[in-house]
Antibody
Framework: EVQLVESGGGLVQPGGSLRLSCAASGFTFSSDGMNWVRQAPGKGLEWVSYIGSSSSVVYYADSVKGRFTISRDNAKNSLYLQMNSLRGEDTAVYYC????????WGQGTLVTVSS | DIQMTQSPSSLSASVGDRVTITCRASQDINNYLAWFQQKPGKAPKSLIYAASSLQGGVPSKFSGSGSGTDFTLTISSLQPEDFATYYCQQYYSYPYTFGQGTKLEIK
């Protein structure tokens, strides 16, 4: 069974940083591209970033480009999202999601950016 | 960026009804279209990819169609567990944009 478990969310001040993690199991992590998708409170889904299986390909939404960095450690079956220069509009539940098109989702981790 | 527009934004229906949700892309995306279901407080669930192919374990009451710019999700014989918000997403080109969602409510 595929399992994706996000962690690292929390309350952070504007301008601060946070690193999200996603622990993957139940599939060959090193073979699959991975995504981060977020959802602001009461709003729709927003795709944030994608990384290919070998990290050679990465893409970002314009709203996070230059501030967020996606990475992965295939030896640890883990996906990461380093978030810098955080803004109020980054407040959201962040989901990691497997494959393109997305096939599996984690349960999400809440990031709140507020002073 | 490719814009995805869903209609309607909300929909009221009764148990047993058949409903159709539409998703329109701002440019040709071939069949690179996925549909997701999300219930309140839960993670999304993948339903359909390649416009009409069901993800594993998804019941055949869900069906998708379309190609190019116009797509539909049809749900037949609505059951209480089907009332949720549905999203389309194009994965033809980055950024992989979602529609704004369609909230399906019980009449």
């Amino acid at each position: 069974e595929v399992q994706l478990v996000e962690s690292g969310g929390g309350l952070v001040q504007p301008g601060g940083s946070l690193r999200l993690s996603c622990a993957a199991s139940g599939f060959t992590f090193s073979s699959d591209g991975m995504n981060w998708v977020r959802q602001a409170p009461g709003k729709g889904l927003e795709w944030v970033s994608y990384i290919g299986s070998s990290s050679s390909v990465v893409y970002y939404a314009d709203s996070v480009k230059g501030r967020f960095t996606i990475s992965r450690d295939n030896a640890k079956n883990s996906l990461y999202l380093q978030m810098n220069s955080l803004r109020g509009e980054d407040t959201a539940v962040y989901y990691c999601a497997r494959l393109r098109p997305i096939e599996d989702w984690g349960q999400g981790t809440l990031v709140t950016v507020s002073s | 960026d490719i814009q995805m527009t869903q209609s309607p934004s909300s929909l009221s229906a009764s148990v047993g009804d058949r409903v159709t949700i539409t998703c329109r892309a701002s440019q040709d995306i071939n069949n690179y279209l996925a549909w997701f279901q999300q219930k309140p407080g839960k993670a999304p669930k993948s339903l359909i990819y390649a416009a009409s192919s069901l993800q594993g374990g998804v019941p055949s009451k869900f069906s998708g169609s379309g190609s190019g710019t116009d797509f539909t999700l049809t749900i037949s014989s609505l059951q209480p567990e089907d009332f949720a918000t549905y999203y389309c997403q194009q994965y033809y080109s980055y950024p992989y944009t979602f529609g704004q969602g369609t909230k399906l409510e019980i009449k």
